[in-house]
């Protein structure tokens, strides 16, 4: 199948890149948004978004008159929806099948986006058009939501359009180099569908094309997502045991990891971004009686900011007996926002939940985040620089392992603030020699003080 024109709906971390690249690889790109402020940016040539790279390939985009934005679709040979799927807390009428776990709701994907896109489409759906659905979805989402919205044109799917799912599988700080190696799963409600997506990709993918059908091929994008959570989950747990035996996390999660077969991941502040920490519960929500194993696995990782919040009271505590005290009044900065290091997502970020826990125990926090510094969020003072946040503080929490922030020097430090606690929740700044310049540092995973008993 032959394409000539393409529409995106949807010009957010996946969407701009992914109209960019084919309109760079010689289609007619309409790239759609519904959010007028993203529209204007584009339009005033500038970018809401940052991914290395993501700047020169958007302009070339423009720039070869192959890439148009706006705000309403239009015809196309296919349309890619590659909007947020976001999650929600479970509404009351829910409370008999889901119930709740340690005051926690299960949360429902939120498809209004998709549903939205996919009616937006229908005025402009003709017949022999392929329709691709890209955003993260619970399995037959696409058979189920997607299909009979279209349907609704008159056409059949798989009949008279091809419809497929077609997950994106790439790496925040690496969209553009993964988008074209990786390998790309085509889930296709009938076989030519699968074959029609597999023609559209592989106008510029390199890496392997695998047809499936489009439940298998949802399955497969949270199964990978899911696979991850509950390693990150075991990993928080490690870190909780470590601390309460007298072990440090890091040094034992290096030696376990000798073993041929043995890959544990890295404990931290929690799990954030737009997959990890919501696909899971794509699975949970459509069958949330098989799935304990993924539920609680959420819940551990939803749960390690308040470990923070318990490590940093500590910290600030009596340092021979490991009492905590208020943190009233306490000056802290904050390092890193983002859900992940050197990028400027701060979608579910853990970050900055911790931010917000501190808070409610009445710190005065100052958070700094490298990588978007005209940060606005509600309710958190966000400066710009790094120097602004480590002015006056009585303690300095690294909470995402930035390139820039883990190169702090105990001296550059001890240059730049009067703090002498410093609390390093993701070993980024472990094997300086921070008690010659005069710090105690504490360590997520690692047993410092004795506790109380």
Request: hydrophobic share 45%.
């Amino acid at each position: 199948m032959n394409f000539t024109k393409l529409c995106v709906l949807g010009l957010g971390y996946i969407g701009l890149p992914t109209a960019s690249t084919f309109a760079t690889h010689g289609l007619q790109v309409v790239g759609v948004d519904v959010n007028p402020q993203v529209i204007s940016t584009l339009c005033n040539g500038g970018l809401h978004i940052h991914e290395p790279g993501l700047r020169t390939l958007v302009e070339a985009a423009v720039k070869s008159g192959k890439l148009t934005v706006s705000e309403k679709p239009e015809e196309a040979d296919a349309f890619i929806i590659a909007v947020p799927t976001p999650f929600r807390a479970a509404p009351t009428r829910y409370a008999d099948r889901f119930g709740e776990y340690d005051g926690q709701m299960y949360k429902l994907a939120d498809m209004r986006a998709v549903t939205s896109a996919s009616e937006a489409i229908l005025p402009v759906l003709r017949k022999g058009n392929l329709v691709v659905l890209e955003s993260t979805s619970p399995p037959r989402t696409t058979v189920d939501l997607v299909a009979p919205i279209l349907e609704r044109s008159g056409l059949k799917a798989g009949v008279d359009f091809h419809l497929v799912y077609s997950p994106e599988r790439v790496l925040p700080g690496q969209i553009l180099r993964e988008l074209i190696e990786n390998a790309r799963v085509i889930g296709g409600i009938t076989p030519a569908s699968a074959q029609a997506g597999r023609d559209l990709y592989a106008v510029f993918v390199r890496g392997e094309i695998v047809q499936t059908d489009a439940t298998t091929a949802e399955m497969v994008k949270l199964m990978e997502n899911t696979y991850r959570d509950v390693n990150i989950a075991i990993a928080n747990e490690f870190a909780r045991l470590a601390e309460r035996f007298g072990v440090d996390v890091w040094e034992a999660i290096g030696l376990a990891n000798r073993h041929p077969r043995v890959r544990i991941l890295s404990p931290g502040p929690g799990v954030g971004g737009h997959c990890i920490s919501v696909d899971p519960w794509f699975l949970v929500e459509a069958a949330p009686d098989i799935t304990p194993l993924i539920y609680t696995a959420r819940n551990v990782n939803d749960a390690q900011p308040h470990f923070v919040l318990d490590l940093v009271k500590r910290a600030l505590g009596n340092p021979s007996t490991g009492s905590g005290q208020g943190l009233k009044g306490k000056k802290i900065a904050a390092l890193g926002l983002s859900y992940k290091p050197d990028v400027d997502d701060l979608r579910e970020s853990p970050a900055v939940e911790v931010v917000h826990l501190l808070q409610k125990e009445g710190a005065l926090v100052k958070a700094f985040e490298p990588f978007k510094t005209d940060a606005d969020l509600p309710g958190i003072t966000a400066v710009s620089s790094l120097e602004t946040a480590l002015k006056d503080a009585d303690a300095v929490l690294l909470l995402v392992n930035h390139s820039g922030l883990r190169a702090l020097t105990p001296e550059k430090m001890a240059a730049l603030t009067p703090a002498r606690i410093l609390i390093d929740t993701v070993n980024g700044w472990a094997g300086k020699d921070w008690q010659a310049a005069g710090f105690r540092i504490f360590r997520l995973g690692v047993k410092q003080i004795k506790r109380e008993t």
